[in-house]
């Protein structure tokens, strides 16, 4: 039971959704998500949502992960909610 209590931290507390071109992680332990990702680096256009809805749970998007849009030559624009 000690080594199975010793793992317990280790499990993901955290999902990845990608959602118009854009990679959101959502860590179910805080409540929040944070854009971590673009997958198409010709898209022209990058709208972040304000929150995502998992399970019936609304987690806010708070952040952007340093590098998201690494490489994202195409952008013209990235739309942040307030």
């Known amino acids: 039971i000690f080594i199975l209590l010793m793992l317990l931290p ?4 955290s999902q990845t959704v990608e959602w118009d071109g854009v990679v959101y992680e959502i ?3 805080i409540g929040e998500a944070k854009v ?4 198409n680096h ?3 256009e ?5 929150s995502l809805v998992l ?7 708070t952040s952007i992960e340093t590098g998201a849009f690494w490489f994202c030559y195409g952008m013209e624009s990235l739309s ?3």
């Open 10 to 13: 280790l499990t993901s507390r």
């Open 27 to 29: 860590d179910t332990s």
């Open 36 to 39: 971590v990702k673009a997958t």
């Open 42 to 44: 010709e898209q022209k």
């Open 46 to 50: 990058y709208p972040i949502l304000e």
């Open 55 to 61: 399970g019936g749970r609304t987690y806010p998007v």
């Open 80 to 82: 942040i909610p307030k």
